[in-house]
């Protein structure tokens, strides 16, 4: 082996590994960018985000994830389950007490009118629901949020960056398992003090750069927030 080889085997062996403020996988302490997540972890090498034409930086675009659905479907698919229960359990009673359902003198029609009614009433509640959910949207960027929703008509809150307060990161087990988290906003904006964005894909991502930007943004505006 050569003193070259042996000076640059003994560098290697001094080399360090930190952990990625992203994605948290060991990375080799002078990389500029992780290579599992791929994020860049020194800004003046950074790739500059998608730009939405106002020189601001988009960090977070578009709705929640289709999991808030599942209470929802799940609900329906119970109620439905429970109703066609009891159809099958009237259409025995009926079948074993033919003379009780002969006093009652009811229309034969009127248990599937029921559930016929029933079942279109579990189908506009959930259509309705999806729709509230496709009027959810969110453009987080690097000067302010501004959160979208109305099903028949609109409304649009802003918060400015240098009003955060605080972040803060929830994942639950499930999110954590389909890789989303959401991000919960504290400002001291009136029309939304605590402001969740979530469940979303990418949420540490998204936290960690919207954590930054709200730095940079309270720098530029000499802002100091006093804890009460």
């Known amino acids: ?66 999991i808030v659905l599942l209470p929802v479907i799940s609900k329906a698919i119970v109620f439905l389950f429970l109703l066609a229960g009891a159809l099958y359990g009237w259409l025995r009673f009926a079948e074993s007490r033919p003379d009780i359902i002969a006093k009652l003198n009811l229309p034969g029609y009127l248990p599937f009118a029921i559930i016929t009614i029933a079942f279109v009433c579990a189908g506009l509640w959930l259509t309705y629901h999806v729709f509230l959910y496709r009027s959810r949207y969110y453009l987080v960027d690097s000067e302010h949020i501004e959160y979208e929703r109305g099903l028949f008509s609109k409304r649009v809150d802003n918060i400015e960056l240098w009003r955060i307060q605080d972040l803060r990161l929830d994942q639950p087990f499930l999110q954590r398992l389909l890789g989303l988290g959401t991000v919960v906003v504290i400002s001291t904006d009136k029309s939304f003090p605590a402001l969740a964005i979530g469940p979303i894909p990418n949420a540490r991502t998204v936290y960690e750069r919207l954590r930054k930007a709200a730095v940079k943004a309270d720098e530029q505006r000499k802002v100091m927030h006093w804890e009460s």
């Not at 952990?19 to 994020?39: D, L, N, Q, T």
């Open 1 to 66: 082996m050569t003193e070259d080889q042996l000076h640059t085997g003994n560098r290697q062996g001094q080399r360090k590994k930190k952990a990625c403020p992203y994605c948290h996988e060991m990375i080799w302490e002078e990389a500029i960018k992780c290579r599992f997540c791929g994020e860049f972890l020194d800004e003046s090498h950074g790739e500059p985000g998608p730009d939405k034409g106002d020189g601001a930086e988009i960090i977070y675009e578009g709705p929640v994830s289709r």
